[in-house]
C-alpha cells in the first residue's frame, strides 16, 4: 500500500497544550445533542444520555469529542441561538466536570453559541461554513486563543468549475478571514465537507483529489461517517454504513488526513491503526 506521507503539525491550544497532528490519526467522536440528525437524532439529546455517550466514546479511543446542538441534515430547520445554547451548555459544563480526557469541541457555525461553549470548556471550534457565515466566529477563536476548523459549504459555487479549484478558492476566504481576526494558520484546520453541497459523483471525486489541499499547508479533517455518499451507493440506512465509513476512513488516511470525525468509534480507530501500519509499519501505530 502506498500513501501520501503525512505532514506534521502542531497545533497549540489555550491551555499551552499542543494537538500534534500527523501520521497518528486523531479521532473525533460525534456527539450530536439534537433530536433531529440524520443518523443518531434523539439518541443523545437527554443530558444523562450524552454524558453517558461522550464518556463511552472516550473509553473506545476518541482524542476529540464534538458536540453539537443543531443538525445540518439536507433539509434540516436552523435553531435559535438559544436553544442551542440550552442543548450544547449543559453538555459542556457537565463534560467540563467530569473526567473526561478527551478535548471538547463545539459543532457551531454561532458566535455567540461558539465563545459561551469555549467560556463552559470547549478547546476547539468547529464551523460548517468556514468562518463564512458569521466572520464574528473567528474573533471568538482569536480572543479565546482556540483553534478553529473550518469546513467547505459553498452553496453559491460555480458547477462548471472544477469542485477542488473552487474549493481552493472558498479556502482562500476562509484564511484571509482567519488572518484578519488575528487567528495564526498554526490554530486553522480544514475540512473539505464530504456530502455539504456536493452529489454523488463530486463527494467519489472529492476522495481522490482532496490531497490537493495539502498545497495549503494546513491540517485536514475527513468527516464521511454514515453519510448519504455511503448510502446512495450501498442502498443502505444510516446505521448500516460502518463498513463503507471505514473504506473511505482508511482511503482517506492514505491520502494524507489528519482527523477523523466519526459516530463509531472503536471500528474506525482500528482500521486507521490497520492503515498507519500498512503505511509506516507497526512500530508507528498507537494502542
Not at 195 to 207: A, D, R, V
Amino acid at each position: 500500500m502506498q500513501g501520501v506521507l503525512h505532514q506534521e503539525y502542531s497545533v497549540p491550544l489555550a491551555t499551552g497544550e499542543v494537538l500534534r497532528l500527523g501520521r497518528h490519526a486523531v479521532v473525533m467522536g460525534i456527539l450530536n445533542v439534537t433530536p433531529d440528525s440524520f443518523s443518531d437524532g434523539g439518541d443523545f439529546s437527554g443530558l444523562e444520555a450524552a454524558v453517558a455517550h461522550a464518556h463511552e466514546m472516550a473509553a473506545e479511543g476518541a482524542d476529540i469529542i464534538d458536540v453539537g446542538g443543531e443538525s445540518t441534515r439536507p433539509g434540516h430547520d436552523e435553531v435559535s441561538v438559544q436553544d442551542e445554547l440550552d442543548r450544547v451548555i449543559p453538555v459542556m459544563e457537565a463534560l467540563s466536570a467530569s473526567s473526561l480526557a478527551p478535548l471538547i469541541s463545539i459543532d457551531t457555525y454561532k458566535a455567540l453559541v461558539a465563545d459561551q461553549a469555549v467560556q463552559s470548556g470547549a478547546a476547539i471550534i468547529n464551523d460548517v461554513y468556514g468562518l463564512q457565515r458569521e466572520p464574528e466566529i473567528a474573533d471568538v477563536a482569536a480572543l479565546h486563543n482556540v483553534p478553529i476548523i473550518a469546513m467547505h459549504w459553498d452553496k453559491d459555487r460555480d458547477p462548471a468549475r472544477p469542485l477542488i479549484d473552487e474549493m481552493l478558492r472558498y479556502f482562500d476566504r476562509t484564511i484571509e478571514i482567519a488572518g484578519k481576526a488575528g487567528i495564526g494558520k498554526d490554530r486553522l484546520i480544514l475540512d473539505p465537507g464530504f456530502g455539504f453541497g456536493k452529489n454523488l459523483q463530486e463527494n467519489y471525486k472529492l476522495m481522490q483529489v482532496f490531497g490537493r489541499l495539502h498545497d495549503l499547508g494546513l491540517p485536514i479533517l475527513i468527516g464521511t461517517s454514515r453519510k448519504s455518499m455511503i448510502g446512495k451507493l450501498l442502498g443502505n440506512e444510516p446505521k448500516e454504513r460502518l463498513a463503507g465509513t471505514l473504506a473511505t476512513t482508511t482511503l482517506a488516511y492514505a491520502g494524507g488526513a489528519h482527523i477523523f470525525r466519526v459516530h463509531d468509534v472503536k471500528a474506525n480507530r482500528d482500521a486507521l491503526r490497520v492503515a498507519a501500519a500498512s503505511l509506516y509499519g507497526p512500530a508507528h501505530t498507537e494502542a
